[in-house]
């Protein structure tokens, strides 16, 4: 019989229950605890950029429309897109991140549980700071979330908000740096006793590489948010053409950041729908040394293709022919993961439950999305195309239509194990349809927007736009209230009493995928694991016949 861990007395033990659980959660360095509150967070900022959605879909709804002036409109744009990438998709995969990663591993915590702290509660004041930019004098940034110079420098916009922006991203990078230091640590140091990298599940793969992405891409990032910011308040000219320096600059430090950071919030996601569909198909996931060399590939080769967003600035013809090749060679460690998904589904006893419709709506939404990347890899049609409504169609079925979906896939999975709660199926079936379709609609016709050359970042257009413009807020509306039932499901399970406590694995998944999320408690106890696990958890017998 294993020995009962007691958990050691605090500072607060002996205070009023509610005073005593607000200080706990305030204080703690458990990571599930942490991964809780990362997830919290995600959400609380996903309100506030999904309501800013709403604002920008509105105001386009029908052409010169005044529901927002267009210095607010740029402005609500700019935060829109940093707020949806910094504050809800990066702590969302972080959340998942610092909850599954230890116990995927079969560690007890982070290997570094008061930085994993400290990372999280960076992001408060950086949050904080980002939304109080709208109320200075002058208003936040209105540059777009790139804030390409010169618009973004001091000339253009002498507003402090743009300076709160530099500070938030600033406080906001910190946090993702010393967040990828410990998920690179735990991973290499903290696994169960026998568990080789190969035997890794590939959530912890793909965090593995997503973390050293971070690493590299973060701080060249914020290399050139201080070059900005000693630009406007220090009077350096790194961006001032008639002092000698170069606008372009900066378009070449922050797509080096950039580019790999769609692959920094979709690794995570590849890492995620791999669990999924291999638990649902009832069935080991194909081909698992190919889709880690694949996961390799895709961050190594995601360094090389920055300059693919700056095809109409005046490159050499040798700089537009390597990078459009480079964009296009890494369709191919993506297509040998779409493949192994494939395979993996194809002859499957498919249960097709709510994560199981979310994580084959990714793959989907992700193709498609894919092919509009290859598109603008092709150099004569991105300078056509460049600008316009298609970019943002793309993007965003990259991002809603990969990342969103992904998470919300692992949201309808691992929730039974995070609370010992099921969310409702039928309520999921009606948030995966209404996202799914409003995904659809609305990315979908701004590629058509795009080719027929409606141009981005406008308040405004002419009066041929409105009907597709108006099947994008359509599609818009789709989704929020697929969002507001979600978010309505998860309050109504939690403040319900759970029937009877859940099994260890309560989707009946470890016969086959064998991790060791499923091998413990539902919710996890403090301690993750009553005995160390052993690799007869999580190890395949070589001989072992693939359950149908």
């Given at each position: 019989?294993a020995?009962?861990?007691?958990q050691p007395m ?13 200080a706990d959660?305030?204080?703690?360095t458990?990571?599930k605890k942490?991964?809780?509150?990362y ?7 996903a309100i506030v ?9 509105t ?6 429309n005044?529901?927002?002036?267009p210095?607010l409109?740029n402005?609500?744009?700019?935060l829109?897109g ?8 990066m ?14 591993i ?10 994993n702290?400290?990372?999280?509660w960076l992001?408060?004041?950086s ?9 200075v ?15 973004a ?12 922006w530099?500070?938030?991203?600033h406080l906001?990078g ?9 998920f690179i640590?735990t ?14 599940p590939l959530?912890?793969?793909?965090w593995?590489v997503?973390?050293?992405l971070?690493l590299?891409a ?5 290399g050139a948010l201080?070059?900005l910011?000693?630009d406007?308040?220090l009077?350096?000219n ?12 900066w378009?070449h430090?922050?797509?080096f ?5 769609v ?8 890492g995620?729908?791999?669990h999924?569909?291999?638990a ?8 698992y040394?190919?889709m880690?060399i694949a ?5 190594i080769v995601?360094y090389?293709?920055?300059?693919h967003?700056?095809f109409?600035t ?5 700089s537009?022919l ?8 890494i ?6 993961k779409?493949?192994s ?5 194809w ?7 709510t ?8 793959v989907?939404?992700f193709?498609?999305?894919g092919m ?11 300078l056509?195309l ?7 169609g ?8 990969g990342?969103v ?5 692992a949201?309808?999975f ?12 039928k ?11 409003g995904?659809?609609l609305?990315?979908?016709v701004?590629h058509f927007?795009?080719i ?5 970042r406008?308040y ?5 736009f409105t009907?597709?413009?108006q099947l ?5 509306g789709?989704?929020?209230?697929a ?7 998860i ?5 319900r009493k ?14 086959v ?14 301690y993750?694991f009553?005995r160390?696990p052993?690799?007869?958890q999580w190890?395949h017998?070589?001989?072992?016949e693939?359950?149908r």
């Amino acid at each position: 019989m294993a020995q009962t861990i007691q958990q050691p007395m605090t500072f607060y033990s002996r205070w009023p229950k509610p005073l005593a659980v607000i200080a706990d959660w305030l204080t703690t360095t458990d990571h599930k605890k942490i991964g809780i509150m990362y997830l919290v967070y995600s959400l609380l900022m996903a309100i506030v950029g999904g309501a800013m959605a709403g604002m920008i879909r509105t105001q386009l709804a029908v052409p010169d429309n005044t529901f927002l002036r267009p210095e607010l409109y740029n402005e609500i744009l700019t935060l829109h897109g940093t707020i949806m990438i910094f504050f809800v998709a990066m702590p969302a995969l972080a959340g998942f991140g610092n909850y599954l990663v230890p116990i995927l591993i079969g560690a007890r915590d982070m290997a570094f549980p008061r930085l994993n702290a400290f990372s999280f509660w960076l992001l408060v004041p950086s949050g904080i700071l980002m939304l109080a930019s709208l109320f200075v004098e002058g208003g936040a940034a209105a540059a777009g979330w790139t804030s390409y110079t010169p618009l973004a420098s001091k000339q253009y916009m002498a507003t402090p908000g743009v300076d709160m922006w530099i500070f938030s991203l600033h406080l906001a990078g910190l946090s993702s740096i010393l967040g990828a230091v410990n998920f690179i640590v735990t991973t290499l140091n903290m696994r169960a006793p026998g568990m080789r990298m190969m035997e890794m599940p590939l959530f912890v793969w793909a965090w593995f590489v997503t973390a050293t992405l971070i690493l590299v891409a973060i701080p060249v990032l914020s290399g050139a948010l201080t070059m900005l910011l000693t630009d406007r308040l220090l009077g350096t000219n790194f961006f001032k053409i008639s002092e000698g320096g170069d606008p372009l600059l900066w378009q070449h430090l922050f797509w080096f950041f950039g580019h790999p950071e769609v692959y920094i919030v979709i690794l995570p996601s590849f890492g995620i729908i791999s669990h999924v569909l291999a638990a649902f198909a009832h069935k080991r996931i194909f081909g698992y040394p190919g889709m880690v060399i694949a996961i390799a590939a895709i961050g190594i080769v995601g360094y090389l293709v920055w300059a693919h967003h700056m095809f109409t600035t005046g490159l050499s013809t040798l700089s537009l022919l390597l990078f459009s090749a480079f964009s296009m060679v890494i369709a191919i460690p993506t297509g040998v993961k779409v493949w192994s998904w494939l395979a993996t589904v194809w002859g499957g006893t498919i249960r097709f439950t709510t994560p199981m419709k979310f994580a084959l709506g990714f793959v989907a939404l992700f193709i498609l999305g894919g092919m509009g990347g290859i598109f603008l890899a092709n150099v004569p049609l991105d300078l056509s195309l460049h600008d316009t409504y298609f970019v943002v169609g793309h993007f965003h079925y990259v991002f809603a239509g990969g990342t969103v979906v992904a998470l919300l896939a692992a949201t309808y999975f691992w929730f039974p194990k995070m609370t010992g709660r099921f969310l409702s199926e039928k309520l999921g079936t009606w948030v995966f349809w209404l996202f799914f379709l409003g995904v659809l609609l609305s990315f979908m016709v701004m590629h058509f927007l795009g080719i027929l050359g409606m141009p981005r970042r406008v308040y405004t257009y002419r009066p041929e736009f409105t009907t597709l413009n108006q099947l994008v807020t359509a599609g818009y509306g789709l989704q929020l209230i697929a969002g507001l039932l979600l978010l309505f499901d998860i309050l109504r399970t939690l403040l319900r009493k759970p029937a009877r406590p859940l099994p260890p694995d309560p989707w009946g998944v470890n016969e086959v995928q064998k991790t060791l999320d499923w091998v413990t408690a539902s919710p996890p106890p403090p301690y993750n694991f009553e005995r160390t696990p052993t690799p007869d958890q999580w190890r395949h017998a070589p001989s072992a016949e693939v359950a149908r």
